[in-house]
């Protein structure tokens, strides 16, 4: 059964930085791309980064381009988001996700969520 688990939300500042974790489980790690979406209340969750299984490839939602970063680390069944120049719309409930790829990712698996509150 895949598990997935994020941690490392908070409250913040604008302009800061945050680094959410998400560990994975029940899975061959390296097989499958990882991502990151996010959601605030009355919205749909939307995509805001996503990584190939080998990390060589990354996207990127438009609205994060510049500030936030994707990787992985396969030894340690780790997946990251490095969030700089954070801003006040970066609020939400950021959820790790597993799929077979990229575009799949938004109908994989999901954590339980990290709140990210970024206070302007």
């Known amino acids: 059964q895949v598990q997935l688990v994020e941690s490392g939300g908070g409250l913040v500042q604008a302009g800061g930085s945050l680094r959410l974790s998400c560990a994975a489980s029940?899975?061959?790690?390296?097989?499958?791309?990882m991502g990151w979406f996010r959601q605030t209340p009355g919205k749909e969750r939307e995509f805001v980064a996503g990584?190939?299984?080998?990390?060589?490839?990354?996207q990127y939602a438009d609205s994060v381009k510049g500030r936030f970063t994707i990787s992985r680390d396969n030894a340690k069944n780790m997946v990251y988001l490095q969030m700089n120049s954070l801003k006040s719309e970066d609020t939400a409930v950021y959820f790790c996700?597993?799929?077979?790829?990229?575009?799949?990712?938004?109908?994989?698996?999901w954590g339980q969520g990290t709140q990210v509150t970024v206070s302007s």
């Open positions: 029940g899975r061959t790690f390296s097989n499958y791309a």
């Open positions: 990584i190939d299984w080998s990390g060589g490839t990354q």
């Open positions: 996700s597993l799929s077979t790829s990229i575009p799949d990712l938004a109908v994989g698996y």
